[in-house]
Structures are given as C-alpha cells and as structure tokens.
C-alpha cells in the first residue's frame, strides 16, 4: 500500500516535505509519486477505448489555495477508490494537492498566492510559494510531456470562492485569442453541475491558464461552492461533478448534458488594486455574481475610479485584500450562450 488506508490527502498533509517517489505497481496501472502531493498514474492502456473516445491525459488540481477544501476531500476519495481497484483507470492522471503548507494552516496561502505565479511570474516574487509553483510547473510539463501525440489534454483546477455566489458553481475559460471555444468541454461542464462560465479577456498567470497556453490543454479554473474547514463541506452539493471525472476515468469520455445551460460571461474588465487606499464600493457579504446599475462608482482609489458601463454588469471575486498591483475583482457581462458557436472559426 502506498499510504495508510490508501489515504493520499491525510499522507500529504502529514508529510508536506517528503517524497520518497515510490512506485506502486497494480494489475492494469502504475503509480508514481512526483513530488510531495504530486501523484501520477499510468494506466496500461492497451485496451481500446469506449466507442471512439479519444485518449486523455487529465491533471486534476485541487488546494492550489490551502483554505480550499472541499475539492481536496472530493478528489482524495476519488483517488481513494483507483487506489482500492474500485474505480478502474482509463486515462492518464495526475493528481495534485496544490498548497499542503497552506491548507495545514488553513490559509489561502502562507507568503504569496500560488494562482498569480505560473508562467514564470513566480521570478516577480519570493516566498515559499515560488518554489511550489516552479514544482507544479515541471510536474505537469512532464506529464503532458509524456502523453502521446494523440492525448486530448485537459485540466480542471478545482477550487471555492472566499463569497457565496449567485451561481454556486462556475468555471473559468481560458483567455482564446480566436474564439475558439469547445461545445464539449461546455457541454461537459453543464453535465458536471456548472451553473456559469466565465470567459477571460487577456492572458493570466494562473495554474489552469499555464496547462492551455504551455500545453494545448482544455483547461479550466473551476469554482465549486464556498470554502469550508477540512470535514464541513457537504460532499452530496458536488454528485454531479463528482460523477462527471469518475466517468471520465474510468470511461476516457465527457459525459455531455444542455439541460439547462449554463450561463456565459464574458469577463469585460479586471479591476486592479491601484492604492492602498483602493476600495470596492459593495456590501462586505455581497455574493459573486452581484449585478449594478449603469454608472456605479464600483471602485475607487487616489488613482481614479471605476464605473459600471452597462446595467447588469457584475462583479466576481470582489477581494481588496490583496497586495498592489493584483486583481480585486472582476466585472463580467452575460452572453447567449448560442452566439459562441455560429460564427465561423477564424483559422478552422
Ligand atoms: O473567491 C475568490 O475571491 C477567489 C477564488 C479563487 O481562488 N479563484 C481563482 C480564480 C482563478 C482564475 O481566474 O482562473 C483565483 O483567484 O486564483
Ligand atoms: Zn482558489
């Protein structure tokens, strides 16, 4: 056995440090330990897969912030049930507790947060973060790596939001310069239980935009509910998603569902704290999702002021609580889902 009670979260937390890179060898897959809270498994995939399902290779990251709980908990018994040969593998996966240091303090991070580093941003910055985003980078650039040609490459990077939110669960596309958006991957993410999606406006330094813009990965920031304390999340709220990667284990397909769609946003601005004395004129419990009237005075600072373009405009992830120079928040736009995909692709 590789952990005691094949529990991958309760070694990690317990041994933030170690990593003996053992390998663990079953009947149809391997497991190799990478780095502290890193596990990649192998599968032999000579079997053909499920109808004409492509081959994948999946990372699946969760406590990226340590104060995030529940998704830490949803996959560890995921991989609690490969480990058991109860859940049988038909991917390539790699498994990642992002932040152990944090999620023991429970901090969103312990000197710097981990999602503004990837990319080489971590260079901008110092603290024991830096070298976790320089680790997580080489692990999954090797996985990727290591993937046939052929893999499709995908990435969901799970976390909960610091506020409660109008849509509980929602998602973060990456930045795609040609609208290139992928009907299955919304589909997917509907069938998984996603409420809405964001679409971003430019580049970022987060973990889930490096596996797309380093690997060609489907990859996504995924919001799952509110954080909790280790053992307070209620695992029944995450069924859907929870289903939603079992199957994509142990069949290589997404299950697809457009009942009731997902709502879209496309991310019109970020909101950059400018001054100390930048703030946010919303109610201190306002939710994600939060719409304003045409005009608002959103933000303000000695700098200038932000005001709200279009009524209905939103605000997602309102937090000044950040150093100068990060993201405060996001103001967002709805959009028919439907106009995302009748416009002919450029470069298709
Ligand atoms: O609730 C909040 O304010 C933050 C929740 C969170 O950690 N969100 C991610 C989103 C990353 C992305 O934009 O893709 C983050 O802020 O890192
Ligand atoms: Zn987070």
Same mark, same amino acid.
């Given at each position: ?121 971590? $260079? ?7 070298? @976790? /985003?320089?680790?997580?980078?080489? #692990?999954?650039? =090797?996985?990727? +790596? %290591? ?89 029944? $709220? ?7 990667? @079992? /199957?994509?284990?142990?069949?290589? #397909?997404?299950? =697809?569902?457009? +009942? %009731? ?88």
């Amino acid at each position: 056995m590789l952990y005691p009670n094949n529990d991958f979260l309760k070694y990690t937390l317990e041994n933030p440090e170690n990593c003996d890179h053992n390998v663990g060898v079953f009947n149809h897959f391997d497991v190799i330990k990478d780095a502290p809270g890193v596990l990649r498994f192998e599968p032999n995939l000579t079997a053909k897969p499920v109808e004409d399902a492509k081959p994948i290779s999946l990372v699946l990251s969760t406590g990226i912030h340590g104060n995030e709980t529940g998704p830490m908990e949803l996959v560890n018994d995921v991989v609690k049930d490969i480990l058991n040969t109860k859940l049988r593998l038909a991917v390539r996966l790699l498994v990642i507790v992002g932040n152990p240091y944090a999620a023991l303090k429970g901090t969103r991070f312990c000197d710097v947060n981990l999602n503004r580093l990837f990319l080489g941003a971590y $260079e901008k910055y110092s603290g024991l973060e830096v070298a @976790r /985003a320089i680790e997580l980078e080489r #692990c999954v650039t =090797q996985f990727f +790596e %290591k993937a046939p040609q052929e893999h499709v490459r995908l990435h969901y990077d799970l976390h909960t939001a610091i506020r409660g939110s109008k849509y509980k669960k929602f998602a973060v596309h990456p930045f795609v310069s040609k609208r290139h958006y992928d009907p299955s991957q919304f589909s997917f993410l509907t069938a998984c239980g996603i409420d809405a999606l964001l679409l971003s406006h430019q580049p970022t330094t987060t973990f889930s935009y490096y596996s797309y813009a380093m690997h060609g990965a489907h990859a996504f920031t995924v919001e799952l509910g509110k954080v909790q304390p280790f053992g307070c999340n209620d695992l029944s $709220e995450l069924k859907h998603i929870d289903a939603g990667l @079992r /199957a994509l284990i142990e069949k290589a #397909c997404l299950v =697809q569902s457009d +009942e %009731k769609p997902m709502k879209v946003f496309k991310i019109i601005d970020a909101l950059i704290k400018d001054s100390e004395n930048y703030r946010l004129n919303i109610d201190a419990e306002a939710e994600n999702f939060t719409l304003f009237d045409k005009g608002t005075v959103l933000a303000q600072s000695e700098k200038g002021m932000y005001q709200i373009e279009q009524a209905g405009d939103a605000i997602v992830f309102p937090n000044t609580n950040i150093p100068l120079g990060q993201r405060a928040g996001l103001v967002v736009r709805e959009v028919k889902n439907k106009d995302l995909f009748c416009e002919p692709r450029v470069g298709a």
